[in-house]
């Protein structure tokens, strides 16, 4: 089992920054990929960036440019640095662990909501 804890979410205003923490325990870190998803009220979970295990890196579309994934293999943590946010980007942030369909977790989640 992998526990992930979100934290680093909060209410900002549109053009602001935050900078979402993944912290992993309970397995092995270094030979998943990890990855941020986001699911706004009424629409589908999206993908907003991975990292694999050699750092390569996949982003979502629009988050391209703004938003950043790294990950601290030494701290066991992943991290989402976000900047110029808008007002959809306003989501439930959460941190995914995935090495197969059997070992594939999810954090609780944390809320980011951006309004001016």
């Known amino acids: 089992q992998v526990q992930l804890v979100e934290s680093g979410g909060g209410s900002v205003r549109p053009g602001e920054s935050l900078r979402l923490s993944c912290k992993a325990s309970?397995?092995?870190?270094?030979?998943?990929?990890f990855g941020w998803y986001r699911q706004a009220p009424g629409n589908q979970r999206e993908m907003v960036a991975r990292v694999s295990k050699d750092g390569s890196i996949i982003s979502g579309t629009s988050m391209k440019g703004r938003f950043t994934i790294t990950r601290d293999n030494a701290q066991n943590t992943v991290f989402l640095q976000m900047n110029n946010l808008k007002p959809e980007d306003t989501a439930v942030y959460s941190c995914?662990?995935?090495?197969?369909?059997?070992?594939?977790?999810w954090g609780q989640g944390t809320q980011v909501t951006v309004a001016s």
């Open positions: 309970g397995a092995f870190f270094d030979p998943y990929v």
């Open positions: 995914n662990a995935f090495l197969s369909e059997r070992y594939n977790f």
